[in-house]
């Protein structure tokens, strides 16, 4: 098996040898441990989780033996900047020469603001705010905003009592607010005549009295709360540095396009999964402290990193199982004397950028249940829970609602005993209906199911391609960007990898069918993989080509768990000097992909079952043929004859197959 590079095994040693402090190591030697004070009659000791903060804001801070650390039992989270996910860290071949990574470069760019996603420098001041990608910042990004933001607390409690008064605020186009505040008056003439004539005090009166109008009376005073607490707001994305800073200008008191950005901005910052409006989830964090949705920032980039330190994946999404990850995380935390947004503070304080280009935490964590191990019997399920087969639209182009109560999930199993236990279980995606480009070069509906049966995962890629097929809307692959100044329509590189916005995400597992003769495996074209489009994994209308989509961070703790227990070796990067070229209106633009990723292969493989679910509606087979759209208009003749084969996810076969 190959992997990490990993030193030689230290002999076994003593807590009280390990935690000698030693002051003379460098950096790469030593880690950083965090004593607490002792109690009376007792020695020091880690810190730990009960402790209250007054206790915790004294604990004294050593450098001690890494290797040693180790040794005595300990766990070293690594808070370097650059670390990175397993799936990305620096590998070795069987011969012990190293295997570089082509995106491990640009993943510690993103991750500490100096790259885009492109791989170019990013412009003086820019933020990438990628943590609903996948990509979380490093903690030298973390230590520049904690301590700018103490500088600024952008937060008054005017505005916090604004924001704290209502839930969400209604969205309303900016070409609606005309009909809007004519709907409004309407309701308050009402409002206020029924008001005399009742004789009521004031309207929650009225409503009392008169609860047929309650629910108008409800939405004008909610309409009415929202106005400070848009304004709020406005005031507090101002302060952030997010809102009019842009070329876009914004009116206030309006929802237009520079708010919507602004908004989306936030929610990026701070990995809120809503829709780029003022919902609960982003209410909720315009109303608190600056300083405190950073430490929230903090705890959930130590997530990242204590999951990988500890090999671990139980997260509370299965009954069955502890949730390790919380578990180990507060464990983690409470250790490094961090229980609050203020010693985080001064943690940062007292640990400047040289610190941080190498620094590791020594901390000691509860003992991983006893299934675990370095060869664990794991599996998939994919459920597709309810299936519509039937054609979303009349033959007018009407939408036609198909209600899900069932969604797709992906659990992880490990086999205990002769018994599955399922490790964690996480909302998926299937196939559906999409647009698709058809032969004679029109687009069309045609039907991207998700295959079912039983399959298995022998190919894990980290930052893969998706090599688009000839059926791809030609208005995909390009995307505009200021390249010298100037805006251009450039090869749409995000949409093809690899990258946490590329249509695989930063990893996938591709889905294969065993051969029986031992030739090639059979590829249809399934992957269960990251994904940017977080929001459609979510959606009670989302769907995918097929694919079967994780938000990104959970496919990389899913497969780094899984290449972590399980036999497997590293075949490294894939070249493949691939090149295609399309036309655009009057011009030509020619994509170039050197690689197809990077490769992991599992040896046994990981067996998948992706179950049918429940077929819901009048179809009940899936409709083969391209249906045409009836808000497109096509040339005379028959409708062109969709694939035969499985180009539903895209990007063909993997890894020179």
Known sequence: MTGTVKPAAHAPVSEAEALKPRSDLLPERRALFVVAPPQPGQASAPAQAHQPAQAQAHQEERWIDADEAEAAGFTLIDLSDDWTPYIFAEQVGADGQPLANRYRRIFLGLANDQLDEDGEPLPPGTKNYLELYGIFPSLSVLRARFLDDEQHPCIDQESADALDAVETVTYVAPADLKKDERHLSRIRAELEDARRKLHAATLDDLAAKQPALAAKVKLIEKRAAEKPAMAAVEKRLTCEGLLGTGKNHHQPGI?????????????????????????????????????????????????????????????????????????????????????????????????????????????????????????????????????????????????????????????????????????????????????????????????????????????????????????????????????????????????????????????????????????????????????????????????SHGCHRLPNHLAIRLYSFILKHRHMKVAGDQPMGFSRQFLNKSTVFEMRIPSRGYLYELDPPVPVNVLEGNIMGDQKKPILDYVPEPWNKYPPGPVPAAPTTGDKAGGGSCCGD
């Open 255 to 543: 929802y237009d396009d520079a708010m919507r950005l602004a908004v989306r901005s936030f929610q990026r910052k701070h990995m809120i999964y809503e829709a780029n409006f003022l919902r609960r989830k982003t209410v909720e964090a315009l109303s608190r402290s600056l300083l405190d949705n950073d430490y929230d920032a903090l705890v959930r980039a130590l997530r990242e990193r204590v999951v990988s330190a500890a090999a671990i994946l139980e997260d509370g999404s299965t009954s069955k199982v502890r949730n390790l990850v919380d578990e180990y995380t507060k464990a983690a935390l409470a250790q490094m004397g961090l229980p609050d947004a203020a010693s985080a503070l001064a943690f940062f304080k007292r640990h400047g950028p040289d610190d941080l280009k190498r620094l590791r935490v020594a901390v000691k964590l509860p003992p991983r249940p006893d299934y675990y191990g370095p060869e664990m019997d794991l599996s998939i399920v994919v459920d597709r829970g309810d299936v519509w087969y039937d054609v979303p639209f009349d033959d007018k182009g009407h939408y036609k609602p198909q209600a899900r109560k069932k969604y797709p999930s992906l659990t992880l199993y490990n086999k205990v005993g002769g018994k599955l236990l399922a490790l964690a279980r996480w909302r998926t995606t299937i196939g559906g209906w999409r647009a698709d480009q058809a032969s004679n070069g029109y687009e069309y509906f045609r039907y991207k199911g998700s295959d079912v049966g039983e399959r298995v995962i022998r190919h894990v890629v980290s930052g893969p391609v998706w090599i688009a097929p000839t059926s791809t809307p030609i208005r995909s692959l390009i995307k505009g960007k200021i390249v010298n100044g100037k805006w251009m329509s450039i090869v749409n590189y995000d949409e093809l990898g690899p990258g946490f916005l590329s249509a695989y995400g930063l990893i996938a597992g591709y889905f294969v069918v065993p051969s029986r003769s031992g030739g090639k495996d059979f590829d249809n074209g399934v992957r269960a993989h990251g994904s940017s489009d977080y929001l459609s994994i979510y959606s009670a209308a989302g769907y």
